[in-house]
């Protein structure tokens, strides 16, 4: 892959990985354990408790996602960024601009 074009996306994977990171800093407190709060109705208690489960599952996504940004980062530093990592074939610009973190071809997804 061109130089110009590692460098973009090795800029667009930083700004990726800085947002996911802020966003895990801010939801780290709606996470928490919802605790039993006499003051809550049961009904406002599994509001609370649903609210807190997408909250863990959105995080999850988020910790996947910024374990994919790391690797790609990586592989912009040992020049194997853009190949597929099954076939070895160049992954279109198309997907790497949606998908900047992907390390597969269209086909072998």
Do not use: W
């Amino acid at each position: 892959m061109e130089q110009e074009k590692l460098i973009k996306y090795q800029i667009l994977l930083e700004r990726l990985k800085a947002e996911i990171e802020s966003y895990l800093k801010k939801s780290k407190d709606s996470a928490a354990a919802v605790e039993p709060d006499k003051g809550l109705g049961r009904l406002s208690r599994m509001e609370a408790m649903q609210d807190q489960q997408m909250v863990l599952e959105l995080r999850r996504r988020k910790k996947r996602q910024l374990f994919e940004v790391s690797n790609a980062l990586k592989r912009i530093e040992q020049q194997i960024y853009g190949d597929c990592i099954f076939c070895g074939k160049i992954i279109s610009t198309d997907r790497l601009d949606i998908f900047p973190e992907v390390q597969t071809c269209v086909h072998c997804a």
